[in-house]
């Protein structure tokens, strides 16, 4: 048995060549984001090992200055600098220095045009002092002196073409300042994508601090002999609990977390790839290995007349499983080698340039990519071994195909029915759900409901829906148009599984493109009620800015009302005992002619009062808050506040609100979290002040200051359509893949196809058939089986895409928005599918010489 099925395999290797193709993609996007992880991983290890100081002492604040979405208030927390004289003469320090941070600078040159990453990596401005630990040494010029001399690095000096002599512009909160580049500074470890500008450290102390009596940090190096961890603890003693200490092995484990959040995203989105492959894939293969077995019954029945037993049988298709998962596991680990380094280029691209000679490919990759390749392989092989073991000798011999069409199809009727009232149940709850955790759960489980019932009853809606789609067939096409028709009726299992796959893909596409939509929509419309300003003045990354920017636009002739937002990170102790970590929002007392709020109780004077605030309504509600509530408020200073609730509003954080609602006067947040900047402006036009006009003054007044946008209504619904844009394109570019294998199911199911029905079309041929009608007939049955798949797949994603919406309702998207365009391009886009994957097949059918078609077994 175990010589027969390696002949049979290697006997039908071609036929197995497209499910291999789906098993070696799965493979290839885990062991590809597994290898590519582990390599950044590993190198930044080394990096942040190699440069880290043996003690940090840095500021101790109350919680994460960046607050809990990543929107910062723009302070910049310090310690004295007097601190490195006493950290010094601890015993055990051998050399301490003083850092002068700033990971939020802008750098321009003389064009005011950035001289920065793209990528949304940081450019970082510090002071430059020699160390065995810098990740950059010297290679040109000398070293900064004065508050006019800088050194760049040597990866940002060729991107943006800079030379030792330029004249930069840099942007700190303290206010701008022009340098000369007098050296570069290459990077001797792996350069992780930053720009780095070094400034001598008095400069950078009062340039970028605003003093030379504070500093960013202290780094402390360990005389021989003393570790890290005792040096530590003398520090601690000497200082006191009012500062943060950390040792080079913390310091490189809180900087590898920090990386691994960018890290998890790359990862997740590699495995989403994998899992559409492997899902999308199992109908492939389980259709391949059903054909095949339909295709050697005779073959199967004679093995079992010579006395073969079902688990004899049911093992050797199980074993051909296995071999095709081992060739697919180990050509799609190799293929996510080729794929690691592929993406460790385009990061290069980026800025990060990593050394793909360095990869890492740890012992669970491998593990992984063949538990994948040979679990797939064998999960979808094992209903047609079942199948192929059910065969009867004296059935196989007369020569009857395994797969029946009686009981099955009943069971299937059964189990779909069940299985689509429980995902309709599930997804009508959702729409009645009022809470949005309830109604997401819900939407969950009606959509993989809804989706498994559509695979186990998409067999049983094959002849009434290619009835339909076909109908017009044989008016077309005669009698080439009939047999199309009949073809894929044939089978209806065959052509079920084989547009699952492609409705898998496309429900997916049609029920995001709606939500995409509906999202598109409702922010249109809110943008419109909530945004009253005529402009708005933002940082490209959404942070805050100098308040040098506030001062040039005040001066701008033109501008009428002006009104400044700032982000407070806080954290808010209820009256329900909780703690929530959130990030407010800090207005002008003049925020009703900029952002129109809806008020469920108070106003905005009651919010923006001093020691008031306001929240959204149904936070509120959620923790027993009403007006005239006493909330504590913990800044990151690690002052509180006690502050009365004035307002509540009714809005679904919009209009610059954050998620919470919580906003509150800028005098309050200036008495608590002091020296803070804006985050965003709202500027209206003076009356008679021309708009488009004030437009271009703002330009002009903020060329310096390349980081800021100035957008109106327009601007912002269009920054927000790309926002939701990047999304989808992601979505789509999974939903792609899915798609893509699911051609791969169509030829090999029609080629498949050819190959069962060979002795057919030689009689065709035989009768008159020619070869142009042949091709044309498969085609055609391959256009009504993608139609088939995307008639079924827009069904399911335009309910789960209204339904979808229906959900976001909760959360303020109340639109609800059908982008028909998507939807004909789905159609449109099934045909081409389906005459894309009718090609080779046609082409080989139609190159069959006749006498050996009927002549064939």
């Avoid at 139609?787 to 309702?809: D, E, H």
């Amino acid at each position: 048995m175990l010589r027969a099925t390696l002949r049979s395999f290697f006997a039908h290797k071609g036929r197995m060549l497209l499910s291999a193709l789906a098993v070696v993609l799965s493979v290839a996007f885990v062991s590809g984001s597994l290898i590519f992880s582990d390599t950044v991983s590993r190198t930044f290890d080394r990096l942040f090992a190699s440069t880290a100081a043996d003690v940090k002492v840095e500021p101790k604040t109350a919680f994460d200055e960046n607050g809990g979405q990543g929107l910062g208030s723009g302070r910049v927390p310090t310690v004295p600098a007097a601190l490195r004289d006493r950290i010094a003469a601890v015993k055990g320090v051998a050399d301490a220095h003083v850092d002068a941070a700033l990971e939020n600078a802008t750098v321009v040159d003389a064009a005011d045009k950035q001289v920065g990453p793209t990528s949304g990596a940081p450019t970082i401005a510090t002071n430059w002092y020699a160390s065995d630990r810098s990740p950059v040494r010297l290679s040109s010029g000398h070293a900064p002196r004065g508050d006019r001399q800088a050194l760049i690095d040597a990866d940002t000096a060729d991107q943006k073409h800079i030379r030792i002599g330029d004249r930069l512009r840099v942007i700190a909160p303290p206010g701008a300042f022009p340098v000369e580049v007098v050296g570069i500074a290459t990077f001797t470890t792996t350069n992780p994508g930053a720009a780095l500008v070094f400034l001598d450290t008095p400069t950078a102390q009062k340039k970028l601090l605003g003093s030379t009596d504070r500093a960013t940090s202290i780094s402390a190096e360990a005389a021989p002999g003393v570790s890290d961890k005792v040096l530590k603890r003398r520090i601690a003693a000497e200082l006191g609990p009012k500062y943060e200490l950390k040792t080079g092995a913390e310091q490189a484990e809180s900087s590898a977390a920090d990386l691994g959040g960018f890290l998890d995203v790359i990862k997740y989105v590699m495995v989403g790839f994998a899992g559409i492959a492997v899902l999308v894939g199992i109908f492939l293969i389980v259709n391949t290995f059903s054909m095949l077995i339909a295709q050697r019954t005779r073959e199967l029945g004679l093995l079992r007349a010579l006395g073969a037993d079902r688990r004899q049988v049911r093992r050797s298709v199980l074993t051909e499983a296995l071999l095709l998962g081992l060739v697919g596991s180990t050509l799609g680990l190799a293929a996510g080698i080729g794929l690691a380094v592929g993406l460790l280029w385009v990061m290069g691209q980026f800025g990060m340039n990593l050394d793909a000679a360095e990869l890492a490919v740890r012992w669970p990759t491998p593990v992984a990519a063949y538990v994948v390749g040979i679990g797939v392989t064998f999960v979808a092989a094992y209903l047609p071994s079942r199948r192929a073991a059910r065969v009867s000798p004296m059935a196989a011999l007369a020569d009857i195909e395994v797969a029946g069409t009686g009981r099955p199809l009943r069971i299937r009727a059964v189990v779909g029915l069940v299985l689509g009232a429980a995902g309709a149940a599930a997804l009508v709850g959702c729409a009645l759900a009022t809470k949005t955790a309830t109604a997401s759960s819900l939407l969950g489980l009606g959509v993989v409901l809804t989706l498994i019932a559509g695979v186990v009853a998409g067999p049983i809606l094959v002849r009434p829906v290619i009835r339909v789609l076909g109908a017009a067939f044989p008016k077309v096409y005669g009698s080439v148009g009939r047999m199309s028709q009949r073809n894929a009726l044939r089978n209806p299992r065959r052509t079920g599984a084989t547009a699952a796959a492609l409705m898998i893909g496309l429900a997916l596409v049609t029920g995001m493109s709606v939500a995409g939509a509906s999202m598109t929509k409702s922010f249109d419309q809110q943008i419109d009620e909530s945004l009253g300003a005529d402009f708005v003045l933002q940082s490209s990354n959404f942070g805050p800015f100098p308040r040098e920017v506030t001062e040039r636009v005040r001066e701008v002739d033109g501008v009428g009302t002006l009104v400044r937002q700032r982000y407070a990170p806080m954290r808010l102790v209820l009256p329900d005992g909780r703690t929530v970590k959130t990030t407010g929002g800090a207005f002008d007392p003049q925020l009703d002619r900029a952002v129109r709020f809806h008020y469920a109780a108070g106003d905005t004077a009651a919010a923006l009062a001093p020691g008031r605030i306001g929240l959204r309504r149904e936070f509120a509600e959620q923790h027993d808050v009403r007006i005239g509530s006493r909330v504590k408020a913990l800044f990151s200073t690690g002052r509180t506040a006690e502050l009365t609730v004035g307002a509540l509003t009714s809005d679904q954080a919009q209009g610059g609100a954050p998620a919470e609602g919580v906003m509150m006067g800028l005098a309050t947040l200036e008495k608590y979290l002091p020296g803070g900047q804006d985050a965003a402006l709202y500027a209206n036009a003076a009356s008679g002040t021309d708009k488009e006009r004030l437009r271009a003054d703002l330009k002009a007044a903020l060329k310096p200051f390349p980081q800021i946008q100035v957008r109106d209504q327009a601007d912002y619904k269009e920054l927000i359509r790309g926002q939701i844009s990047v999304l989808l394109y992601l979505v789509y570019a999974l939903l792609g893949l899915a798609i893509v294998i699911a051609v791969l199911g169509v030829v090999n199911t029609l080629a498949l196809a050819v190959v069962e029905r060979t002795r057919e079309i030689g009689l065709l041929r035989a009768l008159g058939l020619s070869r142009v009608q042949l091709r044309r007939m498969i085609r055609l049955e391959s256009v009504v089986i993608a139609v088939f798949g995307a008639v079924l797949g827009l069904g399911l994603g335009l309910v789960w895409g209204v339904v979808t919406q229906q959900v976001l309702a909760l959360e303020g998207i109340k639109s609800l928005a059908i982008p028909w365009t998507t939807v004909a391009a789905v159609v449109v886009g099934s045909i081409v599918v389906g005459l894309a994957a009718a090609l080779l097949p046609a082409l080989r059918a139609s190159r069959m010489n006749v006498l050996a078609a009927i002549a064939h077994e």
